[in-house]
DNA sequence: CCGATGTCAAGAGCACTGCTCTCCGTTGTT
DNA sequence: AACAACGGAGAGCAGTGCTCTTGACATCGG
């Protein structure tokens, strides 16, 4: 009805966002600076030179900005996977599992704090609302798609030869252990076969444990040159699981 | 000199030892309830009827009684994963490996929280002192023990053609690569083929992260049956990554 | 046996935290 | 232009890690 940019929302709305975007930045300069614990809603208001009481008119509660964090990590963490995918993308699938296996180790180096705060130790009286799990599934929905779709023309059933061969006769998967995983199994398109989605699990399983294992310092008195072995392991890992 | 059982040291020294670990003990009950991020010293005191000024007698600051309960969930820890190895140590290589990958798991699922000490995201401004190093090591041995000498009588060749087969020729290992494993190899016992080492490590690397995603609630909307799942990715692991 | 010595517990206090409530000026809306 | 909603600041509460002072106690030497 005005002449605002943004119809739906008035002026005061408009400021409203601009402040809240300015916080949440603020708060991720916090994070990166003193982890995710330790983060102080009273030193974000400092940094934007508000008083910390105001910042509770922008987020209900220190849990909220975290949240909020929480779900930009996610975000940035699947869009640098999904950026460096797209980089060989018409290569092979091997290459490509390769190439988001280092987006994402390489945007967890950059940003260990943002990481701990989606992978490590859950913050004690946190519950993760709905809000985060669809940006959580992002790295997973897109090593599904890697694995799941690598052939446009319908020749699905090499991959289920691949698949079958590792462990005993095609589809003769124990139903129990067919269960254990129905879950994800349902939210992923019809016709994966269940082989395939359990080695793209370790495959994902591995990838966090790698990561974690060097962003959380487990590896300094192990490995010298992380990047090579990173390397190594990956590939290697997509050779054992015939992911290619 | 005197009648005390432990003549080294005195009766102040006696009760000083008890009330440190009367303290460690709850302490640790504390940590079993809230988690690692918010434990309080002064909760603890309170648990013990002391006044919170007189705990720092006994442990010169919070991160000090963590280190503590970070030693002792270690330990606790490489004993599990012991014993559940004893009980089968006359077994075959891969039912020893899946022992301990279950000690480890069933461990972490009855202390949550002391595994997320250990293995989550590290304290801020916390740095581990040189006396974690130790036992943190003492998962990482045994699997060691396990993969380099399972058979007694000298049959070594039969292990390094299996690992040889995995990729290239025998001991054709790319220097660079060889190179970025060093200080674990400086720390293992001289004989050891660098890719039994490296796929150790990887061996490792997964049953951290297997254990990890489920501690940290990362397959709630994935695995129903996490036992199953569990056991079935680390005997599978052990397959591909030919450790038996 | 008594006094000197060293140890320990308690309390007050500092600077910090998340969060709530009240007060009040500004400002967009009608 | 009047109004009401909004957003800011400040005080205050209960909690935190940690330090410093004070006072009681036990231990040991002479």
Redesign the pocket.
């Known amino acids: ?2 002449h ?1 940019p943004t119809p739906s ?5 408009r ?2 966002e601009e ?1 809240t975007l300015l916080l949440a930045d603020a708060a991720r300069r916090q994070l990166a600076e003193v982890g995710g614990a ?9 940094e934007v ?17 975290l949240t909020r964090l929480i779900v930009d990590s996610y975000d940035a963490l699947g869009r640098a996977a999904e950026r460096a995918e797209t980089a060989v993308h018409e290569d092979t699938v091997a290459e490509r599992w390769r190439a988001i296996c280092h987006g994402v180790r390489d945007w967890a180096l950059a940003h260990p704090h943002e990481y701990a705060l989606i992978f490590g130790t859950p913050i004690p009286g946190y519950a993760a609302p709905s809000d985060t799990i669809g940006p959580a599934g992002r790295v997973p929905a897109l090593l599904m798609a890697l694995l799941g779709g690598p052939d446009p023309h319908g020749a699905g059933a090499g991959t289920a030869e691949s698949a079958a061969g590792t462990t005993g006769a095609a589809g003769a998967m124990d139903p129990v252990l067919r269960a254990s995983f129905a879950p994800i199994m349902g939210s992923l398109p019809d016709g994966v076969p269940p082989d395939l989605a359990l080695r793209g699990l370790m495959a994902w399983t591995y990838l966090f444990g790698a990561v974690s294992f060097e962003i959380f310092g487990h590896r300094l008195a192990v490995v010298s040159d992380p990047g090579t072995f990173f390397d190594h392991e990956v590939v290697r890992l997509a050779e054992l699981l015939e992911l290619a």
């Open positions: 009805m005005t605002h929302a008035g002026a005061r709305a400021v409203r402040l330790a983060l102080s809603v009273r030193a974000v208001a400092r030179g508000m008083s910390s009481s105001a910042v509770f008119r922008y987020f209900p509660s220190r849990d909220a900005l």
